[in-house]
């Protein structure tokens, strides 16, 4: 389970800095032709229907990863069943999207105009199919193409961004027709890669699958509402107390310090169906905290190195216009080093069947957010919303951290710091990226 788990991870990694190199250059451009306010603006926008989509998929996604790795349905069941949701559940969203623009745009999106919003509604039903389809790679452990979709979908962005900037007047406008217009493509190559992958799809309505998705996605369903919150509640108070200006400079300094999840996010990806498809207890209980300790190491040195050239980062690649974000990214950095180990130890969590932990532990560390949030955004602006950020994910880091040594038995302290033993680890990568061994 270890070497197969190391030599994925190791692949994915490597394909998550690829697809995180374009998405950076994505910003990078974006954020050089808009301007902060433009880069504030634009992230608003899309703002509006990546939140939309996560209360609308109510953990569907998940469940598939699920119930595919548990096999309990099969991938053709799942296949044709994500397919009809993603048709209405889009429909669904999309209505109520217009809904909020119509009646509390204002309220929500001060200083965005509602053109940029109904535009960004479409990246809805494609946004949608993307999550449902690919979850369907995950739970069937096709790492390596569900890692090639998503790289494509990045690469089409970057590549529809520079089109249009030679090519046509760049603003707002166009970079959501980009952004929308790369799912469109990456979503065509999706299916046919997955059709071709399980054989063929039942394109039936599954009352059986529907019953068991939506109870157990439900139950990652708030976790992952609370998540997303966690993660972007701070661009929305930003927004309502200052201005999207002051979204723009947050949002780059966001941007790059969750460049530094690559590690752990990689090794979540493999880790939940793993889990989920795990039978046996005692290589759990000693996989996990292998996996979090050097996950925890290597995120630290990765986060010092970038404080170390934040100021030299930010100037040069965004330009000196957004110099506001060096202090900002600096404190993200320190709460992202504590979400990373989270990220591991959550999904071990929801790996097991008890996502309802997470979604609990969510539960308080959003409103801790929320509350530091208003209270510090009016004091000290975008570092006060910072500030807030890495306070609470350090409380989520540690909350999580206590209740998975109660469930497996672990100490703390195997969790969390390195041990000698992982030198061996180290050193079968070394050998496996010199092509000494093919194994780890």
């Known amino acids: 389970m270890i070497g197969t788990f190391t030599k994925n991870t190791l692949i994915t990694f490597i394909t998550r800095v690829l697809t995180a190199i374009f998405g950076i250059l994505i910003t990078i451009v974006i954020a050089r032709v808009l301007g902060p306010e433009g880069q504030g603006i634009y992230s608003l926008a899309i703002l509006l229907p990546t939140t939309l989509l996560l209360f609308t998929i109510f953990g569907l996604n998940v469940s598939s990863i699920f119930y595919i790795g548990r096999k309990k349905y099969s991938p053709q069941e799942v296949f044709g069943q994500n397919v009809l949701y993603s048709f209405f559940l ?7 999207g217009l809904l909020i623009i119509f009646f509390f745009s204002d309220r929500f999106f001060p200083g965005v105009e509602r053109v940029y919003l109904f535009l960004a509604l479409f990246l809805i039903p494609f946004n949608l199919f993307f999550a449902l389809i690919s979850s369907i790679l995950l739970g069937m452990q096709e790492i390596k ?16 961004v520079l089109i249009f900037i030679l090519g046509f007047h760049f603003g707002v406008t166009v970079t959501i027709l980009a952004q ?19 054989g063929s799809l039942i394109f039936k309505l599954n009352k059986n699958y529907f019953k068991d998705a939506i109870s157990y996605g439900l139950k990652n369903y708030l976790g992952g509402v609370l998540n997303f919150l966690h993660y972007r509640i701070d661009m ?11 979204v723009g400079f947050y949002y780059v300094a966001v941007r790059l ?36 300790r050097n996950i925890l190491f290597i995120t630290f040195l990765i986060a010092i190195i970038l404080f170390i050239f934040s100021n030299f980062l930010i100037t040069v690649f965004y330009s000196e216009e957004f110099s506001d974000s060096v202090r900002p990214f600096q404190i993200l950095l320190i709460g992202t080093l504590f979400i990373a180990g989270w990220t591991i130890l959550a999904n071990d969590i929801g790996g097991r069947g008890k996502p309802m932990i ?20 009016p004091k000290w602006g975008i570092e006060g919303a910072a500030l807030a950020t890495a306070v609470s994910y350090f409380a989520v880091f540690i909350i999580t951290v206590f209740v998975y040594t109660r469930i497996s038995g672990n100490r703390m302290i195997d ?18 990226l010199r092509g000494k061994t093919k194994t780890i």
């Open 415 to 432: 969790v969390i710091f390195p041990q000698k033993s992982d030198l061996a680890l180290y050193k079968s990568i070394f050998l496996f």
């Open 90 to 96: 889009g429909i669904l969203t999309i209505l109520i």
């Open 257 to 292: 310090a969750e460049s530094i999840w690559l590690v752990s996010q990689s090794a979540a990806t493999i880790l939940f169906p793993k889990v989920a498809a795990e039978t046996d207890g005692q290589r759990l209980k000693h996989f996990t905290p292998l996996v979090c």
């Open 236 to 246: 929305f108070l930003i927004n309502l107390f200052l201005n999207p200006l002051a």
């Open 358 to 377: 997470n979604t609990y532990v969510s539960a308080f560390s959003v409103v801790l957010n929320i509350i530091l949030n208003i209270v510090w955004i």
């Open 180 to 198: 929308t217009l790369s799912f469109v493509l990456a979503g065509v190559v999706l299916f046919f890669v997955v059709k071709k992958e399980v």
């Open 145 to 160: 193409k569900y890692n090639f979709i998503s790289f494509l979908q990045v690469l089409f962005f970057l590549l529809f």
